[in-house]
């Protein structure tokens, strides 16, 4: 069978000349397309380290005048919010630093000669921020542990991404890593990976402990409150009939509450504003013209290809060949054609990849953490140039196995009349 396709396609050479181009080309373009909807979908898939299902963001505003804010007036709002009938649990964040905020600060953390740049959140200690949040402990898998674990002066937290870059070998729970100035940082407790950005892979993270409560200036605008409803609570029915109970009971002193949103529009709106979703969009629509585009094309190309062998395939019928073996024979043809011509077009886009790297969102910055596939270079590679050889060869057998099953039913008298 092999020999025989191979002296079909020497013998026209010049035909599969340039149907071998067309295929090359294609394959290049197919790998500029589906690697960056390869990286979307991937990322997508990492778990977010949160439960954005049944979490609320609520804005909380301040009455202008000269009169000082009380922390007992925001003390007591937050026991009006937790008393809700249908509020689980309820929590702040200072600095406005949460997943999917407009905004995120890095530093650095070091250990012995190793470094490693994360992003950090401030959180107040006891005060509801893992039960609403749902972020979890890497030790036991639950929010319990975090929620009543000690903390004290210079108390963080890290994800177990982060920790592993610092000390691969050893946990570093209990253990102490310092920030610029030297200043030493006790690790309470190691968190799963968190998604700061929904469309992108999660950062190397640290919380900090806030264990001095509230700073003054943070009833100003430096204080985002959040709120998680309990199991079963239907979205649109809670919102019609929280916020007349907002504007009732969610105004004490100068503070009060002015909006409330689900978490999932907050993370849509910050996807938006970073350009992700414009530039997601156009990859979907490229993908989508593409693709049918390759199979009109590709497909049309085999099938017309295909059929002007009609005759030749009547003498093999003639000469006592199956329509199995023909329909075998134009298929292992074109899958020959389709295999040079995608292992030539990787080898080219390899050169581009080699150059320029993978496909990053404009707005973003390149992953490092290797537990990642798509930051595994040969592993990214190998993927999407898989990808691009399944859908490249099922388009391709496709338009020959539709026009191949016809003749190799035909009578070889009825396939060769007009020769």
Not at 133 to 161: C, F, Q
Not at 177 to 192: C, E, G, H, N
Not at 273 to 294: D, M, P, Q
Request: proline residues 4%.
């Amino acid at each position: 069978m092999w020999h025989h396709i191979f002296r079909n396609l020497w013998n026209s050479r010049k035909r599969n000349v340039w149907i071998l181009l067309e295929l090359i080309v294609i394959a290049i373009v197919c790998w500029m397309v589906i690697d960056p909807l390869f990286v979307i979908f991937y990322n997508k898939s990492i778990p977010d380290g949160y439960e954005a299902d049944g979490l609320y963001r609520l804005q909380l505003s301040v009455v202008p005048s000269d009169e000082e804010i009380r922390p007992e007036d925001f003390r007591k709002l937050m026991e009006r919010l937790r008393s809700h009938e249908q509020i689980e649990s309820a929590t702040y964040v200072v600095n406005n630093h949460y997943p999917c905020s407009r905004g995120n600060s890095f530093n650095n953390l070091t250990l012995d000669t190793m470094s490693v740049r994360v992003a950090f959140m401030d959180f107040v200690p006891h005060t509801d921020f893992f039960q609403t949040w749902r972020i979890r402990s890497v030790k036991d898998g639950t929010w319990e542990s975090l929620e009543n674990a000690e903390y004290t002066v210079n108390s963080i937290l890290m994800t177990s991404d982060a920790a592993a870059c610092l000390s691969p070998d050893k946990d570093l729970t209990g253990g102490v890593v310092y920030a610029r100035d030297s200043v030493p940082l006790k690790v309470t407790a190691l968190i799963q990976p968190v998604k700061m950005k929904s469309c992108m892979q999660p950062y190397y993270l640290r919380l900090n402990a806030r264990t001095d409560g509230i700073p003054s200036w943070a009833y100003e605008g430096g204080l985002t409150v959040f709120a998680r409803t309990k199991p079963g609570v239907a979205e649109t029915r809670f919102i019609e009939d929280f916020i007349p109970w907002m504007e009732e009971y969610l105004a004490v002193g100068r503070l009060f509450i002015s909006k409330i949103e689900p978490f999932s529009k907050v993370r849509e709106q910050s996807d938006l504003k970073e350009g992700a979703t414009s530039e997601i969009r156009i990859k979907y629509a490229l993908c989508y013209f593409f693709l049918v585009n390759l199979f009109l094309g590709v497909s049309g190309t085999f099938w017309l290809s295909t059929r002007t062998r009609r005759e030749e395939m009547g003498v093999r019928l003639s000469y006592g060949a199956s329509p199995g073996h023909i329909r075998l024979l134009l298929l292992g043809e074109a899958g020959m054609l389709t295999t040079i011509a995608v292992l030539i077009g990787c080898l080219v886009y390899f050169q581009w990849v080699l150059k320029d790297g993978f496909y990053v969102l404009s707005s973003m910055t390149p992953g490092d953490n290797m537990r990642y596939i798509t930051n595994h270079f040969t592993v990214h590679f190998l993927i999407v140039s898989l990808i691009v050889y399944l859908i490249m060869m099922i388009v391709t057998w496709i338009g020959v196995w539709i026009p191949a099953y016809n003749i190799s039913k035909i009578s070889p008298v009825e396939a060769l009349k007009d020769e």
